[in-house]
T-cell receptor, first 115, second 113 residues
Framework: DAKTTQPPSMDCAEGRAANLPCNHS???????VYWYRQIHSQGPQYIIH???NNETNEMASLIITEDRKSSTLILPHATLRDTAVYYC????????????????FGQGTRLTINP | DGGITQSPKYLFRKEGQNVTLSCEQN?????MYWYRQDPGQGLRLIYY???????QKGDIAEGYSVSREKKESFPLTVTSAQKNPTAFYLC????????????FGPGTRLTVT
């Protein structure tokens, strides 16, 4: 599985766009980029995933570089409730199941939204 | 609203007692998971289930047991054999075990003294 590198912490002003980077230079062709976040003392929350095209949903946008070695999660209008630890993981999807597709989080980025 | 519920949110037990944590989902998902999270740490997989009446050990299954008699329910029992049971326990589900889009419950914080 490809490893990911994220900055340990970031700050963003409320109402502004929060851009969270993730490096995954060893990603292979069949691996997807997934983003989760965990607000303090709550369960992780799935945000978005993508393979090579940019993706957008009601929560965020995911921009993946053309070489797929890095990506950026964009929260377009950050609110105080977006303060959380954000995790970027890279995994192959589907195929023959060798075991549970367990989630393994690295240290993530602690995003603080300031009023 | 569809989702996953876990109860209770906080649980206190004396050492040597077994305790069962509840997890229910109404998402019609086949796969369910139990994770443990310790302070400042990531998730560690305890057990998972791909379908009803089937479950498999994860990375840290010792001292835990599960059942999957109904699609909606996947209770976890923390037995007295679990050496360090105090932790935050998270239940998740997904359409199948081939999917990384897992949806989590709010968690149960278990404290054993």
């Amino acid at each position: 599985d490809a490893k990911t590198t994220q900055p340990p912490s970031m700050d963003c002003a409320e109402g502004r766009a929060a851009n969270l980077p993730c490096n995954h230079s060893t990603i292979s062709g069949n691996e997807y980029v997934y983003w989760y976040r965990q607000i303090h003392s709550q369960g992780p929350q799935y945000i978005i995933h993508g393979l090579k095209n940019n993706e957008t949903n009601e929560m965020a946008s995911l921009i993946i570089t053309e070489d797929r070695k890095s990506s950026t999660l964009i929260l377009p209008h950050a609110t105080l409730r977006d303060t959380a630890v954000y995790y970027c993981i890279v995994r192959a999807r589907g195929g023959v199941i060798q075991g549970a597709q367990k989630l393994v989080f690295g240290q993530g980025t602690r995003l603080t939204i300031n009023p | 609203d569809g989702g996953i519920t876990q109860s209770p949110k906080y649980l206190f037990r004396k050492e040597g007692q077994n305790v069962t944590l509840s997890c229910e989902q109404n998402l019609n998902h086949d796969a369910m998971y139990w994770y443990r999270q310790d302070p400042g740490q990531g998730l560690r997989l305890i057990y998972y289930s791909q379908i009803v009446n089937d479950f498999q050990k994860g990375d840290i299954a010792e001292g835990y047991s599960v059942s999957r008699e109904k699609k909606e329910s996947f209770p976890l029992t923390v037995t007295s054999a679990q050496k360090n049971p105090t932790a935050f326990y998270l239940c998740a589900s997904s359409i199948s075990t081939g999917s990384y889009e897992q949806y989590f419950g709010p968690g149960t914080r278990l404290t054993v003294t």
